[in-house]
């Protein structure tokens, strides 16, 4: 499968994540909710990784993939805290159109520090979704 059906599939995975999520968090402290979460995805990761007879390569990572990956993580943990509360608090049919301002900021923050080459067509995609997303939060 290339990049593009991946891309796709993690689109239809989040949109359930944000459904089950809401339901999830109905009647409990977002905080224990994401800790919950969490725990399932550690624990689904590693069988998947142990599965694939990946966890062995483990022993090659390099120090600034150790750095990246901790730092990505600790942004994915404050990320889906702050998801949850807002599901908790708020529609999920208007917490998701802003969590998906994400998107927006990784064509910013990938020019930024990627040095990738952003074409107009993107900055246009960009801009839409930006649109629609405020569009759909004061709908």
Known sequence: MNW???SLLSAIFAAATAILAKIGVAHIDSNLATAIR???????????AIALGKHGEIRQVDNQAWLF???????????????FRAL????????????????VLVIIFAAIFLKE????????????????????VFA
């Open 88 to 103: 908790q608090l708020g529609p999920a049919s208007r917490v998701a159109p802003i969590d998906k301002l994400s998107v």
């Open 117 to 136: 080459k952003i074409s107009p067509l993107a900055i246009a995609g960009g801009f839409m979704i930006a649109a629609g997303a405020v569009a759909m």
């Open 38 to 48: 969490t725990t399932v995805v550690v624990v689904f990761a590693w069988t998947i």
């Open 69 to 83: 990956l901790t730092l990505s993580g600790l942004a994915t943990g404050l990320s889906w805290l702050c998801y």
């Open 4 to 6: 593009v059906l991946w």
